[in-house]
């Protein structure tokens, strides 16, 4: 019903779009016209702080698709000298004199219509020619500017970024902003000598400037076909550092010149994990270099503009003294996200955001294969495959979420679509048809698909319709199955199922059902509704064949979309357990019948639990949790399943039981009966800390890797529930470091366990302390480091210190920069003593803070997941709904993220009526 609704409205928005009247009020570009060809010409100046900016030219290459009289195109915040504009036809029988007669500006839509002389005639080609100046901004957006202090002169340098996905090339220079439009740039850059220019392209040709001294135009090579939002430049004075790859494009890695030595591992991960792709995909890459630069002031993580991507210093930058395996385990993933772009996104990009996914989800999916490929040792495609899952199992439990190919209705739509659905979910869906489909036809599947839309634009369908027939092709998918039933359900519908097992053991059958997974329990099954077609994979205990990820059934939905039962038979009796979903390949959630519950708890506990999967412990962890929050199961069932945790020493079932057992905690801790849940943690975490030799500097014996973040990860739950020697030794640690003669230089405390112990220190420690951490993130050179100390300074339990740090953290004046003000606050946010601080902080400086963000409103968003996770009382939640209703106007923009914040609220609520005396007991008894 809903598509059918969609789908409509989809028709009725088409028809607008025909129409380019000037009473057009579509947000959608009228498509009488298309760019052929951009030559985009722009001086920045850079010389006078006081005066940032940049002016230019573009001459865009028009086609008439459709006789018409006016060119609408976009432009924001620009100034346009309407007498230097030009029109002239190029091609066409009889080339007629044409002009622009006026002007007209929308700004809602951010358009700029010409209306035009003489009619442009369908089939001919018109040169448009139009001048453009403006501020470099400070807004992270468009073409902005960013700065850093030479440590040499102590001088602050200047430089010019660009930033334009989704929607900010508008804010650089006149165009077509819209990704279907693609067409081939020819950049040319004039600034003053002293600067390097970069852009898209490897530079062709340098000239001195005509009239300005010292300043020289540089002109770069013409592009292949792209986005407008993939186009960037920049000036600026930094340093690189190229790579030595034998076989690679040009690769070099920038950054201000005193962080250059943090370049060489990024220098050395990029080459490589592109030509993992070349080989993976069948496709060279198109370009002739590519270079990769670390911005000092940037929003997002990093942007994959072609040939010249984008990032944080934290998020390309290096430092073996400073940064963690996680850190450097997240750089490598970000690299190899944006280079997996340079295919998914670039080369063939999504029609229209709607299919964000076929960008995100991709870029994030197969950025996993690629750090798995170049370091194995780190399991790190297991860690992304189970955090993903983890983190949908609850966003997509909310009634508020959204399907994974979501409908953009109005322009801020699209900023909101860069969320968990795309990115996560969107990766996941991959994942799992990777796994249903097998390497030989996935891999077959998506190399026509990146052929067949090279340089062009393709929506879901295409790609199903890839796979569909590498499928048959490679027998992985019956013939009476296509790709597109089995997906529209997971793409084209929000949420996930859970599948209830009901098994028969006297006749050694199971009979399967499904309905929505919601965490609101107030909605009734009948309104839950929904069918997903489910690959179904299943082992005994007899079996324990955890490597076979082949469906050996599928759900599947009925004509009408209506969820149809499966019965599975040949199954053991009543002495074995079953679990379904190997390797968790597919997003659904299973609630067992008690008897199989009882049998899984066994072998954990006193069994062989080790042969069960590693993510299949981390599944049932989560499972048995999850159904125990929503009642479908009881607690006493879950916790004597976690027992078992006294005996787990793998990364996996760990993080899947802190996950949850985080969000139960930032309830409890604010109810009188945390003392139990306190000693419970304790009993829980004891063995694995000890067996992980505490806080010990143990790591450079460490062979698997991600014991590593095991150990970090432990560390920090022990010491923030005062395990052992925790404590004290994270003090120790923090006093050696303060007695050292050159703190700055040398830091005694583990690589991998600075946050556990700066933290720790700061939560037992003196006003001193705090200020010597304060002191350290000033002089910091290294943006892990810099992270890692911001989110410490937030656990002390003073609230002056922690008010004089929320004031801070908004003060343009201090040392945090825009983009890292969100770690303060968020740390300040998640600690108990800071939490009623920052709603407070929030609710009343609520205007203060939208203007401090816009336009990139949704960073507002993740203000509020602090106070979704903590917030647990009927009269707490009506506060926060009536303080949202009552500032509309400064949370525009956020609806989604209020939407959800709301429905967490919610079903913490409920949580804490239904679930809380139940569960303090059976914690009690585990005492
Ligand atoms: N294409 C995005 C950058 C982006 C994000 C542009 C949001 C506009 C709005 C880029 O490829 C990306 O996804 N970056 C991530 C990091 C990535 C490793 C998950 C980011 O910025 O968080
Ligand atoms: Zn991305």
Redesign the pocket.
């Known amino acids: 019903m809903k598509w059918i609704l969609l789908f409509m409205v989809a028709l009725g928005l088409g028809l607008a779009a025909a129409s380019t009247s000037s009473s057009y009020s579509f947000y959608r570009l009228p498509t009488a016209v298309r760019p052929q060809k951009y030559h985009l010409k722009i001086l920045t100046h850079l010389d006078n702080p006081e005066e940032l900016r940049f002016a230019g030219t573009v001459r865009i290459l028009v086609e008439a698709l459709q006789n018409t009289k006016n060119i609408t195109l976009h432009s924001k915040n620009l100034t346009i000298d309407e007498s230097q504009i030009t029109l002239r036809q190029i091609s066409g029988e009889e080339k007629k004199d044409n002009c622009v007669s006026s002007t007209e500006v929308n700004q809602d839509h951010d358009f700029y219509v010409l209306n035009t002389c003489q009619e442009l005639l369908a089939g001919n080609v018109y040169e448009l020619s139009l001048p453009f100046a403006a501020e470099l901004n400070k807004q992270l957006e468009g073409y902005y500017r960013s700065s850093y202090k030479d440590t040499d002169t102590n001088k602050t340098r200047w430089l010019s970024i660009t930033?334009f996905?989704?929607a900010s090339a508008r804010a650089a220079f006149p165009c077509f902003d819209e990704p279907g439009y693609k067409a081939p740039f020819v950049v040319t850059l004039g600034f003053h000598k002293q600067y390097t220019g970069l852009s898209n392209m490897p530079a062709k040709e340098t000239k001195p400037h005509e009239s300005l001294a010292d300043y020289i135009w540089v002109e770069f090579d013409e592009s292949v076909p792209m986005s407008t939002?993939l186009v960037a430049y920049s000036v600026n004075d930094f340093a690189n550092k190229p790579s030595t790859l034998p076989n690679s494009p040009l690769f070099r890695t920038w950054a201000r010149p005193n962080a250059i030595d943090q370049c060489n591992y990024a220098a050395e991960f990029g080459p490589k994990v592109l030509q993992y792709y070349e080989q993976f995909f069948g496709i060279k890459f198109p370009l002739p270099k590519i270079d990769q630069i670390a911005i000092p002031d940037f929003?997002?993580?990093?942007?994959?503009n072609w040939g010249l991507v984008t990032y944080?210093e934290i998020?390309l930058l290096f430092s073996p003294e400073h940064t963690s395996l996680a850190d450097k385990q997240?750089l490598a993933?970000?690299v190899a996200?944006?280079l997996a772009?340079q295919w998914f996104?670039n080369l063939v990009t999504m029609k229209w955001w709607t299919d964000l996914w076929l960008?995100?989800g991709f870029?994030?999916y197969i950025?996993s294969l690629g750090v798995e490929n170049i370091n194995p040792e780190w399991r790190s495609l297991e860690q992304d495959s189970l955090s993903n899952l983890l983190t949908i199992f609850r966003k997509d439990a909310l009634e508020s979420s959204h399907p994974i190919s979501r409908p953009i209705e109005v322009v801020s739509d699209i900023?909101e679509s860069?969320d968990q659905i795309s990115?996560q979910n969107g990766s996941s869906v991959l994942r799992m048809m990777h796994m249903f489909l097998g390497e030989e036809s996935f891999r077959a599947g998506l190399q026509s698909y990146l052929q067949m839309y090279s340089y062009k634009n393709a929506e879901q369908d295409n790609l199903w319709e890839s796979l569909t027939q590498a499928a048959h092709k490679f027998r992985a998918l019956p013939k009476s199955y296509d790709i597109k039933s089995i997906m529209d359900s997971w793409t084209l519908q929000t949420g996930y199922p859970v599948i209830n097992v009901t098994r028969d053991y006297g006749g050694k059958s199971a009979k399967l059902s499904q309905e929505r997974y919601l965490l609101n329990t107030q909605i009734s099954r009948e309104h839950r509704g929904g069918c997903w077609w489910v690959p179904l994979s299943y082992t005994t205990q007899g079996e324990q064949d955890f490597n076979n990820t082949a469906p050996k059934a599928w759900m599947e939905c009925g004509k009408t979309g209506e969820s149809l039962s499966k019965t599975i038979q040949d199954l053991p009796g009543a002495d074995q357990w079953v679990i379904f979903n190997t390797q968790l390949s597919t997003l659904y959630k299973v609630n067992y019948d008690s008897h199989n519950w009882k049998l899984l708890i066994e072998t954990l506990t006193e069994g062989d639990f080790e042969r069960i999967h590693v993510i299949n412990r981390a599944q049932l962890i989560d499972d048995a949790l999850y159904l125990a929050w929503t009642g479908e199961q009881d607690y006493e069932i879950a916790m004597r399943l976690i027992e078992y945790l006294q005996r787990e020493r793998e990364y996996l079932p760990w993080k899947s039981a802190f996950e949850n057992l985080k969000r139960v905690s930032r309830i409890l801790r604010q109810t009188p009966e945390f003392e139990f849940f306190k000693r419970y943690i304790k009993k829980l975490v004891t063995p694995i800390y000890l067996h992980l030799n505490g806080l010990n500097d143990t790591f450079s014996g460490i062979q698997q890797q991600d014991q590593i973040l095991l150990k970090t990860m432990v560390a920090n739950w022990a010491c923030q529930y005062q395990v052992a020697d925790c404590v004290p030794l994270a003090l120790q640690y923090y006093r050696n470091w303060r007695s050292e003669a050159d703190p700055d230089e040398k830091n005694p405390v583990p690589l991998n366990l600075r946050n556990t112990v700066y933290c720790t220190s700061i939560k037992y420690g003196t006003d001193a302390d705090w200020e010597f951490l304060w002191t350290r993130y000033k002089k910091s050179n290294v943006a892990a480091e810099k992270r890692t100390i911001l989110t410490s300074l937030g656990c002390s339990r003073e609230v002056w210190v922690l008010q004089r740090y929320l004031e801070m953290a908004y003060d343009p004046n201090q040392a945090i920069r825009k983009q890292d003000s969100m770690w303060a606050f968020q740390a300040i946010a998640f600690n108990e003593v800071g939490f009623l601080l920052a709603k407070k902080y929030f609710m009343d400086n609520v205007n203060f803070l939208y203007k401090f963000y816009y336009p990139i409103t949704?960073d507002m968003g993740r203000l509020l997941t602090p106070f979704s996770e903590q917030v647990f009382t009927q009269s707490d939640f009506n506060e926060f709904r009536n303080f949202v209703l009552l500032s509309r106007d400064s949370l525009k923009g956020l609806e989604q993220a209020i939407q959800q914040t709301l429905e967490t609220m919610l079903t913490n609520v409920q949580w804490k009526e239904r679930n809380y005396h139940q569960m303090s007991r059976s914690i009690q008894k585990l005492l």
């Open positions: 930033q996905e989704p939002y929003n997002a993580g990093a942007m994959e944080r998020a997240r993933n970000v996200h944006e772009h996104g960008n995100e870029a994030t950025a900023a860069f990115y949704k």
